[in-house]
C-alpha cells in the first residue's frame, strides 16, 4: 500500500511541474533532535534516524518523503506546515510511521511562486514520555545474561570503537567456543495497554541477532522472538538505529502482564569470530 502511495505521489508531483511551470518550491532538510527542558533529561542520549517525514500543508497531507528534498506546491500565500518525524518502523523501509513520541514540528509562513521555502525542523520527545534505558554509562547492567542457556557474556566497553553516543556501549564477542548469547532486561515494567511503545536500539554488528519479547503475568509467561537484527559485513559495519514498535504485544498480552526485553544470537553459518554492539537502549511508552 505505501508502495503504491509512493509511485501515486511520484506521478502528482510530475504533473504538478508539467501542469504548473511556476510553482512554489518547498525544500525540507533532515531533523534536528533536541533535549526536552521538561524532561529534565531523563530521554537520555539523542540518538535518532528520522531520516523520513511526514508532510502536511494546511492539514492536507502532502505525503512520505526522504529528507533531504524539495518538492513543487500548487499553494502560494500563506500556509501552515506541520512536519513529523517518521521512523521505518520495525526496520521496515515501506512502513514508515509518525514516530508518536516526537513534537511536531510546525510553522506558518509565506509560499511564493517560482521561489523556494527551506526549513529545518527540530524536534524533541513529548511532555508525557516515560523511559526504560540502558546506555551502559553506569556502572551496573540492567540486561543479564542468562544463566542456563548463554555461552557468550554482554560487558561494557569503549575499545577501539568511537561510540555512537556517550563513552561506553554493550559488547559481546562470538566465536566457535562462545558461540550463544541470550539475555534479559532485568527490570520488569508495567506498560498501559492500547498506548504507544517503542523499544529502541543502536547497534553495529556483524553477527545477526534477535530481539524478542516475554510478558509476565500470574497466568504464566508468554515468549515469542520479535525482531532480527541482520549482521554487517566487517569492512563497512557502521551504527545503526532501530525503532521496534511493542505496542501491539503488549495489547494482545493478559492483564496485569509486566514485560522484559530480550536478545539472542548464535555465531552465523561460516563465522570463527563476530561481535555485537548495542547502545541506547530505549523502552519509551506513554
Known amino acids: 500500500m505505501r508502495v503504491l502511495l509512493y509511485f501515486v505521489l511520484v506521478s502528482v508531483l510530475s504533473a504538478c511541474i508539467k501542469n504548473n511551470p511556476n510553482p512554489s ?25 528520522f531520516r523520513d517525514v511526514w508532510l502536511y500543508i494546511d492539514d492536507q497531507m502532502i ?22 518525524p517518521a521512523v521505518r518502523n520495525n526496520g521496515i523501509a515501506t512502513d514508515k510511521k509518525i514516530y508518536p513520541f516526537m513534537n511536531v514540528y510546525e510553522i506558518n509562513s509565506q509560499l511564493t511562486k517560482d521561489q523556494t521555502l527551506t526549513v529545518n525542523p527540530v524536534t524533541s520527545y513529548v511532555n508525557n ?4 534505558i540502558e546506555d551502559f554509562e553506569d556502572a551496573s547492567i540492567k540486561i543479564q ?22 563513552f561506553n556501549y554493550g559488547k559481546v564477542v562470538l566465536n566457535t ?24 536500539v543502536d547497534y553495529y554488528n556483524t553477527n545477526s541477532f534477535i530481539q524478542g519479547f516475554l510478558a509476565v ?5 508468554i515468549y515469542q522472538d520479535n525482531t532480527g537484527f541482520n549482521e554487517q559485513p566487517l569492512s563497512t559495519v557502521k551504527w545503526k538505529k532501530m525503532y521496534i514498535e511493542l505496542t501491539e504485544l503488549i495489547g494482545n498480552s493478559a ?18 569470530e563476530t561481535f555485537i554492539c548495542i547502545d541506547n537502549i530505549k523502552i519509551v511508552y506513554k
Open 25 to 49: 518550491w518547498i525544500e525540507v532538510n533532515p531533523f534536528i533532535l533536541v533535549s526536552n527542558p521538561s524532561l529534565s533529561g531523563s530521554e537520555g542520549q539523542l540518538t535518532q534516524d
Open 63 to 84: 505525503g512520505c518523503f526522504q529528507a533531504p528534498f524539495k518538492i513543487p506546491i500548487l499553494k502560494e500565500g500563506n500556509v501552515n506546515i506541520k512536519i513529523y
Open 129 to 132: 514520555s516515560n523511559f526504560w
Open 145 to 166: 545474561d542468562d544463566p542456563n542457556t548463554s555461552i557468550a557474556s554482554l560487558f561494557t566497553s569503549s575499545d577501539n570503537l568511537t561510540p555512537f553516543n556517550g
Open 177 to 200: 567456543m562462545d558461540s550463544v548469547w541470550v539475555a534479559n532486561t532485568i527490570d520488569q515494567l508495567s506498560i498501559p495497554k492500547n498506548k504507544p511503545c517503542f523499544l529502541e
Open 217 to 221: 503475568s500470574a497466568n504464566g509467561n
Open 255 to 272: 492483564n496485569g502482564s509486566n514485560f522484559i526485553q530480550t536478545f539472542k544470537a548464535k555465531l552465523d553459518i561460516g563465522q570463527t
